[in-house]
């Protein structure tokens, strides 16, 4: 557990360029974090976010999704509950739910309370879209070695849902929408020219092969012995049978 190599091969909790931490994948933000301080470890995650999924969608649907005072209170909610538990290691067997209910909460909320207002599909569209090449890039960056900036300025999860349900209170939703949007969208891009454009394409390469020894493996250039085409001649042999 402490991550000393005890033996000939790696600890099953050691982790490697594949395997994320799931807090990480939770993209929660400044207010979820500050409530996951107050009780560390204490409050089992996954057992939070399915019942913040469940008050937002009771919420929602007392509201036939339109806006009103009771949607509103369905972020709040929903960051209550969930955010006591950000600061658990996320260690249990099925806590890899844990990013999945939070991703089908915050674009359930977004998809249901823009079309069920009146604000334009496609702007509801681009919105969704944009948060989902955030958690995109969050899930991509492990499995090849580059490195995650840090995610506050996108808000999180439930900074991006308190943005909406203030601007649901303004009357300004379909504002709130596309100033959300836009704003992704310019933090997507520069984040991505910042890390991702900064990383050798070599290191990338490392990270996604396969084997230590096989640095062929999967090139399309090389034929082995056994393919389909008959092979190539070994060495010393000229060609001949």
Same mark, same amino acid.
Do not use: K, Q
């Given at each position: 557990?402490?991550?000393?190599?005890?033996?000939?091969?790696?600890?099953?909790?050691?982790?490697?360029?594949?395997?994320?931490?799931?807090?990480?994948?939770?993209?929660?933000?400044?207010?979820?974090?500050?409530?996951?301080?107050?009780?560390?470890?204490?409050?089992?995650?996954?057992?939070?976010?399915?019942?913040?999924?469940?008050? /937002?969608?009771?919420? *929602? !649907? #007392?509201?036939? &999704?339109? =806006? %009103? +005072?009771?949607?509103?209170?369905?972020? @709040?909610?929903?960051?209550?509950?969930?955010?006591?538990?950000?600061?658990?290691?996320?260690?249990?067997?099925?806590?890899?739910?844990?990013?999945?209910?939070?991703?089908?909460?915050?674009?359930?909320?977004?998809?249901?309370?823009?079309?069920?207002?009146?604000?334009?599909?496609?702007?509801?569209?681009?919105?969704?879209?944009?948060?989902?090449?955030?958690?995109?890039?969050?899930?991509?960056?492990?499995?090849?070695?580059?490195?995650?900036?840090?995610?506050?300025?996108?808000?999180?999860?439930?900074?991006?849902?308190?943005?909406?349900?203030?601007?649901? /209170?303004?009357?300004? *939703? !379909? #504002?709130?929408? &596309?100033? =959300? %949007? +836009?704003?992704?969208?310019?933090?997507? @891009?520069?984040?991505?020219?910042?890390?991702?454009?900064?990383?050798?394409?070599?290191?990338?390469?490392?990270?996604?092969?396969?084997?230590?020894?096989?640095?062929?493996?999967?090139?399309?250039?090389?034929?082995?012995?056994?393919?389909?085409?008959?092979?190539?001649?070994?060495?010393?042999?000229?060609?001949?049978?």
């Amino acid at each position: 557990m402490n991550g000393v190599d005890t033996g000939a091969g790696p600890e099953p909790e050691e982790r490697t360029p594949t395997d994320p931490d799931l807090r990480l994948l939770r993209d929660d933000g400044h207010i979820s974090l500050l409530l996951g301080r107050i009780a560390p470890g204490a409050v089992p995650p996954l057992l939070t976010v399915l019942t913040g999924l469940l008050v /937002a969608t009771t919420l *929602l !649907a #007392a509201g036939h &999704g339109r =806006l %009103a +005072g009771i949607t509103l209170f369905a972020p @709040v909610a929903a960051l209550l509950l969930s955010g006591l538990a950000s600061g658990h290691p996320h260690d249990g067997r099925f806590d890899w739910l844990v990013p999945p209910v939070l991703r089908v909460t915050e674009y359930g909320y977004l998809a249901v309370l823009g079309l069920a207002s009146g604000v334009p599909g496609p702007l509801v569209f681009v919105l969704l879209m944009t948060v989902a090449c955030h958690h995109g890039d969050d899930a991509t960056r492990p499995t090849v070695g580059v490195e995650r900036p840090a995610r506050g300025a996108a808000l999180g999860w439930d900074g991006r849902m308190l943005v909406v349900a203030v601007g649901g /209170a303004l009357h300004a *939703l !379909a #504002a709130a929408y &596309g100033i =959300l %949007a +836009g704003y992704l969208a310019v933090l997507l @891009v520069r984040e991505a020219a910042r890390t991702w454009s900064a990383t050798p394409v070599a290191n990338v390469r490392a990270s996604a092969t396969p084997g230590d020894g096989d640095t062929d493996l999967g090139d399309p250039r090389i034929t082995r012995p056994g393919h389909v085409d008959g092979g190539r001649p070994a060495a010393g042999t000229n060609g001949e049978a």
